[in-house]
C-alpha cells in the first residue's frame, strides 16, 4: 500500500471512498460535503445519516463530489477529539471499510486537529500511525492500495510531505507486518496518539490568521518541537463547541504558555491573563515594541523585528535557558 500527500480540494479529488469524521456536529470539510450531499434542500443534512460515536454511515456520492462513496465515522465531540482519537479514527475507519467496502483500492482521507489547535507534527504522525496500524494488521479493505491524504494549504503539504518521507522513504510504501521491521515499530509512529497525552506541551496564545501562519509553523513551532514539546494553539474562529472550556484545559496542562502580542489581540492577552493567575510561566514575544500595551509594557518581551528567522532564534534560546534553570532547580 502506498500512502500519498495529496495538495487540492478534498470535494473534487477522485476516489473510491472519502473517509471522514462527524464529531456531532457539522465542522470543516464533512459539512462541505454532506451539505454537497443534501440535495433535499432541507438544510438539515436528512438525506444523509449523522453517525453516533462509534458508528459508521456509508453514503453514494451520486456524483456530486469526487469520490463515489462517503464513509462518515461518528466520533466524540471535537473538544475531547485528541491525538489518541486520531489514531483510532483512522484504524478504525479502514478497518469499516474492510467489511462494507472491500472492493476499495482508493481511499482519501483529510488531516484532523490542526484546523482547531492540535500539534500538526503529533497529529499528522497519529493519523498516519492509524493508518499503517490497519494496513498491518490486515484491517483493510483486500483491494486497498493507496491511502491519499488530501490538503487544501500548499505549505502544509511541504510540511507533511517532508514527515512522510522521514517516516516511510522511497515510495512511502507500508509493507505487511509479516517482514522484519514494520512502519510501527518506528520512533515517530510508536507513541503517536497512544502516548501522546503523557508528551509535555507549550500552549501558544497568537492571532489566529493568515498572516501570522508563517511565524507560528516556521519560527514558534520549530522552536517549541525543536525543545521537545507538542506545540498548540486554538482557532477561536474554527472551533466548535466550548472553546474557552478547551482554551483552559490546555492552558492548565502545558509546560508553559508562548505568547505573541503583536497586533494586541484581546483573546491573546486573555489567554495570558489566564496562564498568570494558574502562575504558569509565560514567554511574550512581540513584532515590535509598539504592539505592547501598557499592562504588559513591564514585562520580559522577546522583540523579533518582525523576522521569523531572528523569532525562532529568541525563542530557542529562551527555551534552552528554561529547560537549563529547570534542571538546576531539581
Excluded at 52 to 77: D, F, M, N, Q
Excluded at 261 to 268: E, I
Excluded at 301 to 320: F, H
Aim: proline share 5%.
Amino acid at each position: 500500500m502506498i500512502i500519498s500527500i495529496l495538495q487540492g480540494d478534498a470535494l473534487v479529488v477522485p476516489a473510491d471512498v472519502l473517509v471522514l469524521k462527524y464529531a456531532q456536529a457539522p465542522f470543516g470539510v464533512d459539512a462541505q460535503v454532506v451539505r454537497r450531499l443534501d440535495t433535499s434542500g432541507a438544510g438539515v443534512f436528512s438525506p444523509v445519516p449523522l453517525p453516533p460515536p462509534g458508528a459508521v454511515s456509508l453514503v453514494e456520492s451520486r456524483g456530486l463530489i469526487g469520490a463515489r462513496t462517503v464513509l462518515l465515522v461518528g466520533v466524540v465531540p471535537l473538544g475531547q477529539f485528541g491525538y489518541e482519537e486520531i489514531r483510532a479514527f483512522a484504524s478504525g475507519a479502514l478497518a469499516a471499510l474492510a467489511d462494507a467496502m472491500p472492493q476499495a483500492a482508493e481511499v482519501a482521507v483529510t488531516l484532523h486537529g490542526v484546523g482547531y489547535g492540535l500539534d500538526e507534527t503529533e497529529a499528522f504522525r497519529a493519523e498516519l500511525a492509524g493508518i499503517v496500524e490497519a494496513f498491518e494488521n490486515g484491517r483493510h479493505p483486500k483491494a486497498l492500495r493507496r491511502v491519499v491524504i488530501v490538503e487544501h494549504d500548499p505549505r502544509r503539504v511541504e510540511r507533511l510531505q517532508r514527515q512522510l518521507d522521514e517516516i516511510l522513504p522511497g515510495e512511502n510504501a507500508v509493507r505487511p507486518r509479516k517482514e522484519a521491521k514494520t512502519a510501527l515499530q518506528s520512533d515517530a509512529l510508536r507513541t503517536a496518539g497512544r502516548a501522546s497525552r503523557d508528551k509535555a506541551h507549550v500552549f501558544v496564545a497568537m492571532p489566529f490568521a493568515k498572516e501570522f501562519d508563517d511565524r507560528f509553523h516556521y519560527g514558534i513551532h520549530t522552536a517549541i518541537r525543536t525543545a521537545g514539546y507538542l506545540c498548540e494553539r486554538a482557532d477561536m474562529a474554527s472551533f466548535t463547541g466550548d472553546i474557552l472550556l478547551w482554551v483552559k484545559e490546555r492552558i492548565d496542562t502545558a509546560e508553559l504558555l508562548v505568547a505573541d502580542l503583536s497586533g494586541a489581540n484581546p483573546n491573546v492577552y486573555l489567554e495570558v491573563g489566564y496562564a498568570w493567575g494558574k502562575g504558569l510561566p509565560t514567554v511574550l514575544l512581540a513584532s515590535d515594541e509598539k504592539d505592547l500595551l501598557f499592562d504588559v509594557r513591564g514585562q520580559r518581551c522577546l522583540v523579533y523585528q518582525n523576522s521569523i528567522r531572528v523569532l525562532e532564534q529568541l525563542l530557542t534560546a529562551e527555551l534552552g535557558k528554561l529547560a537549563s534553570d529547570r534542571r538546576s532547580d531539581r
